[in-house]
């Protein structure tokens, strides 16, 4: 069985069992003029990232993982929007209103999609989120499930909302996760730095966390 290098130990994981969860890398989240801007971050924090998720990916089917991509968007009618999800940090332009990557956080938009370099390729499972944790109000569980998926490999962003959400909802299900830690990012590099901490912490209280290039030296 290979074994992943990573904090707090070893992670021994079996492909075939194995799936990689990357989290909402929409262009709502990583272009200006979405999601993400609209709250006031400085989106180029997310660039970096990009190149080694598309590693990681490439990886991945070349190894046999499944690839599943998580997309938080809402219905266009918002009715699986909670009011306070779209009143909160009272935007000019929030979720549900016209934007210059068409309306904020809406399935089907422009900055719902995802970005370029991390389109879906056949064979891979998208899977449409109205929250931050991909488990709340999804099938997501039930597609684990159906694979025999035990084990799983995070990226995304941004790391403390919807990548630690998730994660922290994997570990309470059972699932053995692992934080791909230059496969994620924060638009604040402290908040970054602390998950990465919180989660190994403990012993791993919430799971393992290691760079990329220990993911390729077990997959290789
Ligand atoms: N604002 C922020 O950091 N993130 C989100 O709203 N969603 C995700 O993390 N995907």
Redesign the pocket.
Known sequence: MPVIHARPGDFPFDPARTAVLM??M?RD?LEPGG??AM?G?DVSRLAPIVPHCVRLLALARTAGLTVIH?Q?AHDPSLADCPPSKRARGALPCGIGDAGPLGRVLVAGEPGADFIPALQPQPGDIVLRKPG?GAFHATALDAILHARGITHLLIG????????Q?TMREANDRGYECLLVTDCTA??FPEFHAAVIEMVVAQGGIVGWATPLAAVEGALA
């Not at 995304?156 to 990548?163: A, L, P, R, S």
């Open positions: 989290i909402d929409q989240f999601f993400g709250l971050n998580t938080e931050k995304g962003v941004t790391t403390e909302v919807c990548v959400s924060s638009y």
